[in-house]
């Protein structure tokens, strides 16, 4: 789906019947009434059927606004992790296997991967790749599940600047900065630990900054379908500082606003003033 499209449009695509469950929930009653997370997903709440047609405001430096509007997606709970950590034998078949592809590129750059400086240095690199993206080994449903509980709190909670470190899936370089989250909770609140464990768990994988900000938000108000969930995150692009454009102190700015976040501009103001991230 390109960017330039309406909500509207969401709605016309051939892909999705009219009949969906998730855009034409047969029971509204049913929906307003769940709470156990661990439910199927046939009944929807009011703010997952919002996340499934979210739309995220891109920003760089808080200029060149644009809108994205994404097509229906499957849920970020049920997601499964992507790749096996468990045993010892698996991660060294792993880490063998990207060894032998760093030996070809240190062959393939002009380099001579015998020389002493580079002896271990494909090993080094697997290893650290394997670190780098040790997402694909974690499923947020296991970082959300023994951290939920209910609670009466209606007010706000904002945890900010958090570190994150990720790769680019464009050109596999690092890109790092903050992320700031708040939601309001529905009887419901998250570990404050775990929102940190949820940005880890997400930038730890090949990403572009745009969907790292729609994951955290959605993990979020899928582990507790709170009122609302809002999430900006800063950074800076290697790809953007190292290569051509070399804008050295530009950032990127990205935001993802669900619920009352996105409807109420007040509580939306005082999400970005108490989220506020200070320039790194
Ligand atoms: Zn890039």
């Given at each position: 789906m390109t960017s330039?499209?309406?909500?509207?449009?969401?709605?016309?695509?051939?892909?999705?019947?009219?009949?969906?469950?998730?855009?034409?929930?047969?029971?509204?009653?049913?929906?307003?009434?769940?709470?156990?997370?661990?439910a199927s997903h046939d009944t929807i709440s009011p703010l997952i059927r919002q996340i499934k047609s979210a739309s995220l405001s891109i920003g760089e430096n808080g200029e060149n606004e644009r809108t994205i509007h994404n097509r229906r997606r499957p849920s970020v709970l049920d997601e499964k992790a992507l790749r096996e950590a468990d045993t010892e034998t698996v991660r060294e078949q792993r880490i063998d296997a990207i060894s032998r592809s760093?030996?070809?590129?240190?062959?393939?750059?002009?380099?001579?991967?015998?020389?002493?400086?580079?002896?271990?240095?494909?090993?080094?690199?697997a290893e650290a790749l394997v670190f780098f993206t040790k997402g694909y080994e974690q499923s947020i449903r296991d970082v959300v599940?023994?951290?939920?509980?209910?609670?009466?709190?209606?007010n706000m909670v904002v945890v900010k600047e958090i570190d994150m470190y990720s790769l680019c899936e464009h050109h596999m370089v690092p890109f790092f900065g903050k992320v700031s989250v708040g939601y309001l909770p529905n009887k419901?609140?998250?570990g404050l630990s775990k929102i940190a464990r949820?940005?880890?768990?997400?930038?730890?994988?090949?990403?572009?900054?745009?969907?790292?900000?729609?994951?955290?938000?959605?993990?979020i108000a899928e582990a507790i379908e709170p009122r609302g969930v809002a999430v900006i995150i800063e950074c800076l692009h290697m790809c953007m500082i190292m290569r051509g454009a070399q804008k050295v102190n530009s950032r990127t700015t990205t935001s993802a606003m669900l619920g009352e976040f996105r409807e109420d501009p007040k509580t939306?103001?005082?999400?970005?003033?108490?989220?506020?991230?200070k320039p790194f």
């Open positions: 330039e499209q309406s909500d509207d449009d969401i709605f016309l695509d051939s892909t999705i019947s009219k009949t969906d469950p998730f855009f034409f929930p047969s029971s509204p009653k049913s929906v307003t009434t769940k709470r156990n997370h661990e760093y030996q070809g590129i240190l062959q393939s750059i002009g380099e001579d991967p015998s020389r002493q400086g580079l002896l271990k240095t494909a090993k080094r690199a599940s023994d951290a939920i509980f209910d609670e009466e709190c209606e419901r609140v998250l949820i940005v880890e768990v997400f930038s730890r994988r090949l990403q572009v900054q745009e969907r790292l900000t729609r994951q955290i938000a959605e993990a939306r103001e005082e999400f970005l003033t108490l989220g506020r991230i």
